[in-house]
């Protein structure tokens, strides 16, 4: 494996150079969004990190994907992977690399929004407003935290799968929106056949679920329909899929 190789295509390229400091901009204006503005919004007068980072979660959702996706699936969109196979015929270990480089970048970037809601939560707490809370109760904090990572599982395994950017993106970005609008209706329509249908399909509800300690059985359909299926597909067609 030589994720330093995949790590090295996927950041020295002009997207890349466009794509990751608007990213960390867009990172610092959320964190400041929600940690400064919190103690003015809040009764108490404080600032919590876990609503700091369950508003970053929104631009989170798109950048995740957006450098997920093309490290796993770029070279198959602009067919430079048989250049990549010429060299690195184990296509397996190729694989392996582009998924464990794109792990490490969004990692990179999830450490950096972090300290950026740490930091904006700090300061909109402890000098702007009555106090910070950086551990919130209810285990919240991890509950956002397995929720980015399920995002993050999710567009490597739509990446795997579809082995295309633009329908990666597609399928990372959208499939989870939708699971969420349609929840959200079906509660309002009151319809628990199709809550129950969707929870098989969502990885955030799974997320809070495993958070507070209620999660059960059904809490693995999500990881297993969304994660580990696609995945294991993915990885047994990047093996016999012709190159042309």
Known sequence: MRPDIDLRGALDTRAALILLPLSVLALAG?????GLIQPYAMEDGTSALDLTLAI???PLALIIPMLAVPIVAGEWSDSSIQNTF????????????????ATLVVLAVL?????FAAAATWVGGDL???GATFFAEGNSLLGQLLALLGTLLFSLAAAMLLQSTVLGLVAAIGVPFVISTASSLAVVFGSDVLVDVLRSVDLMSAAVAVADGSAG?????????LVLLPGLLGARRWSVREVG
Not at 30 to 34: C, I, M, R, V, Y
Not at 87 to 101: F, N, Y
Not at 111 to 115: E, K, M, T
């Open 30 to 34: 959320f964190a400041a969004l929600g």
């Open 56 to 58: 970053m979660s929104l």
């Open 86 to 101: 010429l060299q690195r015929p184990r296509r397996g270990a190729v694989l392996a690399s582009k998924v464990l480089a």
């Open 111 to 115: 450490a950096i929004a972090f300290g």
């Open 128 to 130: 702007l407003g009555e």
């Open 217 to 225: 059985a059904f809490e693995l359909l999500p990881l297993l329909l």
